[in-house]
């Protein structure tokens, strides 16, 4: 059951009087957490966004306690794995960040992450149990930062 927030949230403003504003709505599921966002800017309201979220199925832990962090994405491990491997990350900001598992043929196949995290260090854990042995890379993607690893499920 989607839940809508009670109010608009300013969301930008640029020194020209544009200020955009972002509304959103939520489903909290046994699971997971979905949302989807939408934009006003003074009356022109967007259609709703596509579903994103956080799937408690993907384990996100955050570690805050390094003094400085760089954009860096590090080489998963184990590595070859079975059926589960570590991917760890480092963000210098705050940063909206994707991170997607590609196949061979470069087809995505499974979305780590995909929502606003907090500067410092990240580890996710993938599980490749319904996944083909085989070739996989692995891409973060923050808007100001992208780089690829590439990772091997041996079953």
């Known amino acids: ?23 959103w709505t939520y489903d909290i599921g046994e699971k997971d957490v979905q949302y989807k966002l939408r934009a006003k800017n003074g009356d022109a309201v967007s259609t709703w966004s ?9 384990k996100i832990s955050t570690n805050m306690n390094a003094n400085s962090f760089t954009h860096e994405l590090m080489q998963n491990y184990p590595n070859p794995f079975n059926p589960t491997t570590n991917i760890n990350f480092s963000l210098k900001e705050e940063s909206y960040v994707t991170l997607k598992v590609y196949d ?20 996710v854990e993938f599980n490749g149990e319904s996944f083909e042995s085989g070739l996989y890379f692995y891409e973060i993607n923050t808007g100001t930062f992208r780089d690829t690893k590439k990772f091997i499920l041996i079953k």
């Not at 989607?2 to 009087?17: A, Q, V, Y």
């Not at 596509?50 to 993907?58: C, E, H, L, P, Q």
């Open 50 to 58: 596509n579903i994103v979220g956080y799937f408690a199925s993907k």
């Open 104 to 123: 061979v043929l470069g087809r995505e196949v499974d979305i780590l992450v995909n929502g606003n995290l907090p500067a410092g260090v990240h580890s």
């Open 1 to 23: 059951m989607w839940r809508k927030f009670s109010k608009w949230e300013l969301l930008i403003t640029r020194p020209d009087g544009y200020n955009l504003w972002v509304d």
